[in-house]
């Protein structure tokens, strides 16, 4: 039903007008309390290349603190793989080139998102390249500003995050609710992304990584939907909310 009410106010709204805030899709989610828990991949995303597009639904507890929806791989002394986050009030995504950890080491893309605490709103980045990146908000199209010189992305086989990230002591915890979480080895259109707000995906979908519905609501585990794709174990009990 839920999702059904998201569709219809989009399509009586979105001449430009779709407001952020609306009612998520049907189903369960995971809560993240932004303190320590998180949801850890077990392995790594082999197959992740440029383009790529990564989409979820949010709830956000809290939209000041600097918050990890999701790392497809670790790193240390430098950005590796691709993340979107949300940052001091932006949403951003981005990728390494494994040299360093600062702005030389990273391209990133980012826009301002003045989306309201606690309610769902759905969320996609997508890149094709170091300047040229789309962020989507309710299947509205951002204004993005770049900052990083990195260049081409790098991965390594450190495992990839959902809800929070660990690095050098310091932590990059999400705080809310995440649910139908999608990652795609290509570059996403408008109209893909609104089709991914109004359905659910099979996980055979063409370019498909990994598709996480969130629908278990019990256990220890977070499924991935895509064949031979990399599930997830819950850490620090996130709670699985109906």
Not at 82 to 109: F, I, M
Not at 176 to 196: C, K, P
Request: contains cysteine; proline residues 2%.
């Amino acid at each position: 039903m839920y999702k059904k009410l998201i569709c219809l106010s989009f399509s009586l709204i979105f001449a430009g007008q779709f407001t952020y805030g609306q009612m998520m899709g049907s189903g369960n989610s995971l809560d993240f309390d932004g303190v320590d828990d998180y949801v850890n991949l077990n392995s790594h995303f082999t197959n992740l290349t440029v383009p790529f597009t990564i989409a979820a639904w949010i709830k956000p507890a809290q939209a000041s603190l600097n918050q990890t929806i999701f790392y497809s791989h670790g790193h240390g002394n430098s950005y590796v793989g691709g993340w979107l986050q949300y940052r001091n009030g932006k949403l951003a995504v981005g990728y390494g080139d494994g040299t360093v950890r600062n702005s030389s080491g990273r391209r990133v893309a980012q826009a301002t998102v003045a989306y309201n605490s606690n309610q769902w709103v759905h969320v996609a980045g997508v890149v094709r390249g170091p300047t040229d990146m789309d962020i989507y908000v309710n299947g509205n199209s951002q204004t993005v500003s770049y900052n990083g010189s990195g260049g081409s992305m790098v991965t390594n086989t450190a495992t990839g995050w959902i809800g929070g990230y660990i690095y050098n002591n310091a932590t990059d915890y999400y705080a809310g609710e995440i649910e139908e979480l999608s990652l795609w080895n290509s570059a996403l259109t408008a109209t893909d992304v609104r089709d991914l707000m109004c359905s659910k995906l099979t996980g055979n979908e063409p370019s498909l990584i990994a598709y996480y519905d969130f629908d278990s609501n019990t256990g220890s585990n977070l499924n991935n939907l895509v064949a031979n794709g990399i599930d997830g174990t819950l850490q620090n009990n996130p709670t699985w909310v109906g």
